[in-house]
């Protein structure tokens, strides 16, 4: 499966921006949609996932209330909407999937990762 983000850029301290990840082919079994962060010199960090089985979502405490993760079946994409963004949330997002069960946010286990978007907030 190939992955592919778009919509990063930069934006003012509380604005927004919508990330978008196009997924390839529906040839594969995928459980979890995923968005990753990683800020210079930090860990990377689960920010969002798309629990596809069942259209569950689950967020980083970090994101609550101010991100909202989607996807549109027909479009095979997975959406990430943030609003009120914080010059912390600055970071390099990406998208990720995977075909197991598991701990959403645990980035090893993840088997297809997009290329990453720039997310600038100043």
């Known amino acids: 499966v190939q992955l592919v983000e778009s919509g990063g850029g930069s934006v003012q301290d509380g604005g927004s921006l919508r990330l978008s990840c196009a997924a390839s082919t529906t040839a594969y079994v995928i459980y979890y949609y995923t968005w990753f962060r990683q800020a210079p010199g930090k860990e990377r960090e689960g920010v969002a996932t798309?629990?596809?089985?069942?259209?569950?979502?689950y967020y980083a405490n970090s994101v609550k209330g101010r991100f909202t993760i989607s996807r549109d079946n027909a479009k095979n994409t997975v959406y990430l909407q943030m609003n009120s963004l914080k010059p912390e949330d600055t970071a390099m997002y990406y998208c990720?999937?995977?075909?197991?069960?598991?701990?959403?946010?645990?980035?090893?286990?993840?088997?297809?990762w997009g290329q990453g978007t720039q997310v600038t907030v100043s």
């Open positions: 990720a999937a995977r075909s197991t069960f598991g701990l959403w946010y645990r980035d090893s286990e993840y088997n297809y």
């Open positions: 798309f629990y596809k089985p069942g259209g569950d979502t």
